[in-house]
């Protein structure tokens, strides 16, 4: 299924305390499976999601340099950590803190990856739409290297990995990058 073209609005959808979305791909993100609070938050029916690429749920206001961050992390066997804003099949949108991490088969070889999502705390956006906002803004003009560049040196700032920034954010131990 091509990615269909959906018009974003100002119109957010959020998650209760104690949803979870689950999701599994194949390695070319293709959706292999989605729990039923992926179905309904995505806005998608299941016949619509299964198959499809995962990017299905893209929305503009992600930068391309997050999602090189994701997969440079997952393909090379390592886990995830981060904030994604979802695009929902009607426009409207719903944001995730999500950990996505490689899966194996019985002899060890990548055949995927499997993703849980659940609600950001209260505050993340404070944080993280301004860096976001920034980000698109260096790619739109240097290109994703040099949003890349700009996270680089956002972690050489805070002399931590990026997965650590994204738990410290969600825990609440950093308040603004």
Request: proline residues 5%; charged residues 30%.
């Amino acid at each position: 299924m091509r990615k269909p073209k959906v018009t974003p609005i100002e119109k957010e959808y959020l998650l209760k305390e104690e949803d979870f979305i689950v999701s599994k791909t194949d390695l070319k993100s293709k959706i292999l499976y989605g729990n039923q609070i992926f179905i309904k938050m995505s806005g998608y029916n299941e016949e619509e999601l299964l198959g499809s690429p995962h990017n299905i749920l893209r929305h503009p206001d992600m930068p391309r340099c997050a999602f090189k961050v994701l997969y440079d992390h997952i393909e090379n066997g390592k886990e995830w950590f981060g904030y994604v804003k979802n695009l929902r099949k009607d426009g409207a949108y719903y944001w995730v803190f999500a950990n996505i991490s490689p899966t194996y088969d019985t002899n060890g070889n990548m055949i995927g990856y499997y993703s849980v999502r659940r609600k950001p705390r209260d505050g993340f956006k404070a944080i993280i739409e301004p860096l976001y906002r920034t980000l698109l803004n260096i790619e739109a003009s240097e290109g994703m290297e040099g949003g890349l560049r700009a996270v680089e040196e956002l972690l050489n700032k805070y002399n931590m990995e990026f997965n650590e920034v994204m738990l410290k954010i969600q825990k609440g131990i950093i308040n603004e990058l």
